[in-house]
């Protein structure tokens, strides 16, 4: 049997998980999965869903005021959103509540139809926004290019900032954007300052906030910016602008429910249409933003030693648009403004340590609470602030890490429309206008290619700049036409793409040329050879071939059928020795093939040899032959299993004289000692004591990995297996086995999610267990107490390629917490503060 193979999660697999029938629960035990259907509240959920209140209330208060629709309606909204499309949505830790982004369109509406009418409009568009969600359509709406998108967002952002810079001055605002701008100077010179001046604190407070410094910010930081800044500035106007405007909310009995629209059919299914577009689109971006959000949360440990952040599944986009569409069509009965998801409270209820939707109801029956117990407190908000609230949130739809994005990818005349058009002509107009422009400027890259040929020294140079169509074929023909016969030529290729008809005229041409004794290499624009690596361009390989798609010594030295793929051609140059080896793999006596084509045996062996002699050793022959002068000095022992699915230096990124490797089946280190017993067990021991004592390492990592065959052998083994080398070799792994049945240590496992099975779950303890054997090796413990030597325990998890370290901090129950750490990139930034005291294991 194999050593290390890939297993399955059987049954039989499962079954050797330790009973729980007693009802005892071992300590630190993964807890088990709620059942479906039960609503839970931790404490971390109803601690965020305050946090994520008292930013809400503002908010949607603020939103009522910019649309110039009832204050009431804005509460009424919020409420909704939290527990109907909490309850219901797809995404279970967005908050929704009402739509910034469509604060202008909701303001038109009102101002055409009047408010009954644009509930209805409401209604419609939730309606259609359930019929899209049934029709499966959420990942289409993003496809949509992000530059339209985020110049739709931005372009309202404006809309709602120069709006709410007209009720900061205590006017009533324009009903389009470019009115707002052209009016706003002439209401400069007549303003009350109350107004101004209450708004700047606002602003000056939501700004500053985030920023306090660190003994004032630990403390004054946990009460949301948006908290602050209103109340602080009701309490200055309380004292200094008595009279300023305030917030008035209308009794609940004079509270105003929708009508049957009136008006020409065609504006009112436009009004619905561009109604649902906003609102799906802020929706849908807002949970792919959490999704990153909780993803990113559920890779660090929580630091006030809570439990692990459960697991992150992808939000269900489409289930998420029918509650969004079920929450605006109650909402709309109701008499509420429109209902999406929205970034800002969504990140908040993340950031404030929410772990299931249970946050956002509660959030939303903490506003329906207070809008019927807190009128009173909320008519003292004066306007001017809930206006400086709204504006904040405008200009922060205009992200400056979305245009240099859009900039960087080329699109920022496709920004640039968009945004102009919603500013200029309206929401629906700006996106249709940004769709034309993204079209246009596809087209023109499409077809426009420029190609240019250069001669230096006898040689020519064939630059493609763009994409190779049949657009571009009588061009590219008539170029390379002219080139004489027999030639020497580059062909540089800076494009992502090549269609039939252009990669028909390249090989024709190339092999008209070669026929005729010429020489021709295709490059990228970086000078390496296609499907290269351009810090590669010498070589076609990695350093660790032979391995599947990567026979560099396998390849044809013909163009690739490079017109099937999109892929542009290559052609390798063959030295004499290449040749020679490749009549050698000709021959049916010696180059016995596989099905797929792929050699065998020996054969494969000379091949990859072949292949390291012509790509890898001209690379590394002066860092072998200076390591061949001074001696090696590696700063690890990494242990770790024999398995062929792990490349040591490639997970590492090691690379010659780095690591002082052992590797054997099962990464078992025997502890100190078992050499004694005449069974051959020194071999590992005196590895250690080599590494340790003559070469001086610095530390010691012990490796497990996924789907290890020897940790699938030891927990489905009979008590009657025979002793044969193997059996007795994995006698060693015996301690982790009972190690993970045992009551009095806690269960390994990785941060963020439970063990798949029973072998994941011994392959985890069984790198605690051998590390505990490290401890006890002579050599290992003198380090240890000189404080020269740290250890690291490590899980590589084959199928998603991610490396996990292992951190032992102290815990509240019977011993330490066995966690496992993802390894995010760019972790090596961090690593000096994650040394701890020798002997302990570290994340990075």
Not at 680 to 694: M, T, W
Request: charged residues 15%.
């Amino acid at each position: 049997m194999s050593a290390c193979v890939p297993t399955r999660n059987d049954r039989s697999s499962r079954s050797s998980r330790p009973s729980r029938a007693s009802g005892i629960k071992r300590p630190h035990s993964p807890p088990s999965s709620p059942r479906r259907g039960r609503f839970r509240v931790s404490g971390a959920d109803l601690s965020a869903s305050i946090t994520v209140f008292l930013i809400a209330v503002p908010m949607s208060l603020g939103l009522a005021v910019a649309m110039d629709a009832p204050l009431a309606a804005g509460l009424v909204s919020a409420a909704i959103g939290g527990i109907v499309a909490g309850l219901l949505g797809g995404t279970p830790l967005q908050v929704s509540g009402p739509s910034a982004g469509l604060t202008v369109v909701t303001a038109e509406l009102i101002q055409i139809y009047g408010w009954r009418t644009t509930c209805a409009i409401t209604v419609g568009a939730g309606l259609l926004q359930i019929l899209l969600g049934s029709l499966r359509a959420a990942r289409s709406a993003l496809a949509v290019s992000p530059a339209i998108v985020h110049g739709t967002l931005a372009g309202i952002g404006v809309a709602i900032a120069l709006a709410q810079l007209h009720i900061v001055f205590g006017e009533v605002p324009r009903s389009s954007a470019l009115d707002n701008a052209l009016s706003l100077p002439s209401r400069l010179a007549h303003v009350e300052p109350a107004g101004p001046l209450i708004g700047a604190l606002t602003v000056a407070l939501l700004v500053l906030w985030p920023r306090l410094p660190r003994r004032v910010g630990a403390s004054l930081g946990r009460i949301p910016a948006a908290l602050a800044a209103v109340v602080t500035a009701t309490a200055v106007a309380a004292v200094a602008a008595p009279g300023i405007a305030r917030v008035d909310l209308p009794s609940w009995r004079a509270h105003a429910l929708p009508e049957l629209p009136h008006g020409p059919v065609a504006a009112l299914a436009t009004a619905v249409f561009t109604v649902m577009l906003v609102a799906s689109l802020e929706s849908l971006l807002a949970a792919v933003s959490v999704d990153k959000l909780a993803a990113d949360r559920s890779m660090a440990t929580p630091k006030d030693g809570t439990a692990p952040y459960p697991p992150v599944k992808r939000s269900d986009l489409d289930r998420e648009l029918r509650a969004q569409g079920i929450a605006n069509a109650v909402s709309g009965l109701a008499g509420g403004l429109a209902v999406s998801g929205g970034a800002v409270r969504s990140s908040a209820n993340v950031r404030a340590g929410a772990r299931s939707r249970a946050s956002t109801v509660l959030h939303g029956v903490w506003v329906l609470l207070a809008s019927v117990l807190l009128v009173t407190v909320l008519e003292w908000i004066p306007l001017a602030a809930l206006a400086a609230l709204v504006m904040v949130v405008g200009v922060q739809m205009v992200s400056f890490a979305h245009i240099r994005k859009v900039h960087r990818h080329r699109e920022f005349l496709v920004y640039g429309a968009t945004i102009s058009g919603v500013i200029l002509a309206g929401v629906l107009q700006g996106v249709a206008i940004g769709i034309v422009v993204a079209v246009a400027v596809a087209l023109h890259r499409l077809a426009h290619t420029r190609i240019t040929v250069t001669e230096r020294d006898g040689r020519y140079l064939v630059a493609a700049r763009g994409q190779l169509t049949f657009l571009a074929v009588p061009r590219l023909s008539r170029l390379l036409g002219r080139l004489p016969q027999g030639v020497d030529a580059v062909v540089e290729l800076d494009g992502f793409f090549m269609d039939h008809a252009a990669y028909e005229t390249i090989q024709d041409w190339y092999a008209a040329q070669t026929a005729m004794g010429g020489r021709v290499e295709f490059t990228g624009r970086s000078g390496g050879r296609i499907a290269e690596p351009a810090s590669a361009a010498h070589s076609c390989c990695r350093p660790w071939t032979p391995w599947r798609n990567h026979h560099c010594h396998d390849r044809t030295r013909d163009i690739a059928p490079a017109g099937a793929t999109g892929a542009s051609p290559a052609v390798h140059a063959v030295s004499k020795s290449s040749q020679s080896l490749q009549s050698f793999e000709s021959s049916p006596s010696t180059a016995p093939r596989g099905s797929a084509g792929r050699p065998h045996g020996a054969h494969r062996l000379l091949s990859g040899l072949s292949s390291f002699q012509r790509t890898t050793a001209p690379l590394v022959r002066d860092e072998l032959a200076r390591l061949a002068a001074e001696g090696q000095r590696p700063s690890q022992l990494f242990l770790t299993c024999a398995d062929s699915r792990l490349v040591t230096s490639m997970i590492t990124a090691s690379g010659p004289g780095d690591l002082f490797t052992v590797r054997n089946v099962g990464n078992l280190v025997p502890p100190s000692g078992a050499g004694d017993t005449g069974n051959g067990d020194d071999s590992v021991a005196a590895a250690i004591e080599y590494a340790v004592d003559v070469l001086g390492v610095e530390s010691i990592t012990i490796c497990g990995h996924s789907g290890c065959g020897a940790m699938q052998a030891l927990s489905e083994a009979a008590p009657e297996t025979p002793g044969t080398p193997l059996w007795r070799w994995l006698r060693h792994g015996l301690p982790s086995l009972d190690r993970m049945h045992s009551r009095h240590h806690s269960w390994a496992r990785i941060a963020g999610r439970l063990p798949t099975d029973a072998v994941e779950q011994l392959c985890l303890t069984n790198v605690v267990q051998q590390l505990e054997h490290l401890r006890a090796h002579e050599s290992v413990a003198r380090r240890l107490a000189a404080g020269t030597l740290q250890l690291h325990g490590m899980y590589f998890h084959v199928g998603e390629a991610q490396a996990y370290l292992l951190t032992e901090g102290a815990s509240s129950g019977t011993g330490p917490d066995e966690v496992f750490v993802r390894v995010a990139p760019g972790a090596e930034h961090g690593i000096e503060a994650l040394h701890t005291a020798p002997g302990t294991t570290v994340s990075a």
